[in-house]
């Protein structure tokens, strides 16, 4: 199984980023995704979430009305849209994938978003 994130990156407060997931080695179609993150000094937090069709989605309060989570099933991939960043934003943020239902989750190596203020 490997979740291969990328789109990180530094970016003045205010701007836009765009993350993504590649996903392979699960039947991506049966995963929940969710992007996580962790700053310095601080627990790992759910950002955004999405169910196997796209249909539902669930976002932190910090995030709601920034942040857009979607999925392209024929491709395999989770991306995250994050506008208006605000230097809190900065963390490693990471992808994750589970089956609903089953213990087992599948995470990401992360990649790095530096919001500078």
């Known amino acids: 199984v490997q979740l291969q994130a990328y789109g990180g990156g530094v970016v003045e407060a205010g701007g836009s980023l765009r993350l993504s997931c590649l996903a392979s080695?699960?039947?991506?179609?049966?995963?929940?995704m969710a992007w996580y993150r962790q700053a310095p000094g601080k627990e790992r937090e759910l950002v955004a979430s999405i169910t196997t069709t796209g249909r539902s989605t669930n976002y932190s309060e910090s995030v709601k009305g920034r942040f857009t989570i979607s999925r392209d099933n024929a491709k395999n991939t989770v991306s995250l849209q994050m506008n208006s960043l605000k230097p809190e934003d900065t963390a490693v943020y990471y992808c994750?994938?589970?089956?609903?239902?089953?213990?087992?989750?599948?995470w990401g190596q992360g990649t790095q978003v530096t919001v500078s203020s």
């Open positions: 080695g699960i039947i991506f179609t049966l995963n929940d």
């Open positions: 994750e994938a589970e089956v609903r239902g089953l213990p087992m989750k599948y």
